[in-house]
């Protein structure tokens, strides 16, 4: 089973409309859980941070539920800005120790915001 | 702010020689360094973890004889892809964290390697 596993995607909406990402992952020892957004040939840039009580960003919702180690994204009102791909990302600490973190990243599912 | 740059952003190479990518922080000290790997519609794969001043700890799979990653100094490491093969041609990321911070990592713009 993959660490970290989401919607395979794409989704293709209209403008305006509300989109839901769901992504689980299976090492309970993972601490904080994240968001990001990548473009076509870019970087992963940090979209939200995930908390278990909920939290919200504008358009953006995001939510954890550790006991069914599960997190979803949910986006509102779509613009076209937001075409991308969006990926869950979970941080452990590193098997090897020293005090590192390590980020293991979903597929990724990405999103096309149709005018 | 917390930058962080690759460079190149792109080569293209011939198979059989090595290219080098260097990450560096630019306005913080990096007490680590990831390197990651990410082909076409996959999830960035972690290759290595770098700490200044050590060698670094190769994700299971990875060659180190093949992927040299050196970490000189704490704004600087660099991999080197030696002996480069088609089946590299990939979008190589780098990331930093800082020191009182370890678990918020800040990307570099990625490197994008094609080996014809």
């Known amino acids: 089973r993959k660490e970290v596993e989401q919607d395979p995607g794409p989704f293709n909406v209209p403008e305006g409309a509300t989109v839901a990402f769901n992504c689980t992952y299976s090492n309970s020892a993972s601490q904080s859980f994240f968001w990001y957004r990548q473009d076509c040939r870019k970087e992963p840039k940090l979209l939200m941070s995930v908390y278990s009580s909920g939290n919200e960003d504008g358009r953006f919702t995001a939510q954890l539920n550790r006991a069914s180690q599960y997190i979803s994204l949910l986006i509102r009102d779509s613009k076209l800005s937001d075409s991308a791909t969006y990926l869950c990302v979970v941080n452990r600490l590193a098997y090897s120790g020293a005090g590192s973190y390590q980020l293991t990243f979903g597929k990724g599912t990405k999103l096309s915001v149709i005018p | 702010g917390a930058v962080v740059s690759q460079h190149p952003s792109w080569v293209i190479c011939k198979s059989g020689t090595s290219v080098k990518i260097e990450c560096r922080s630019l306005d913080f000290q990096a007490t680590t360094m990831f390197w990651y790997r990410q082909f076409p519609k996959q999830s960035l794969m972690l290759m290595a973890t770098?700490?200044?001043?050590?060698?670094?700890?190769?994700e299971q799979g990875v060659e180190k004889d093949k992927f040299l990653i050196n970490h000189a100094s704490l704004t600087l490491s660099t991999l080197t892809v030696t002996s480069a093969h088609p089946e590299d041609s990939s979008f190589y990321i780098c990331s930093a964290t800082k020191p009182l911070a370890p678990s918020e990592q800040y990307f570099g713009p990625g490197t994008r390697l094609t080996v014809t």
């Open positions: 770098s700490n200044e001043g050590s060698k670094a700890t190769y």
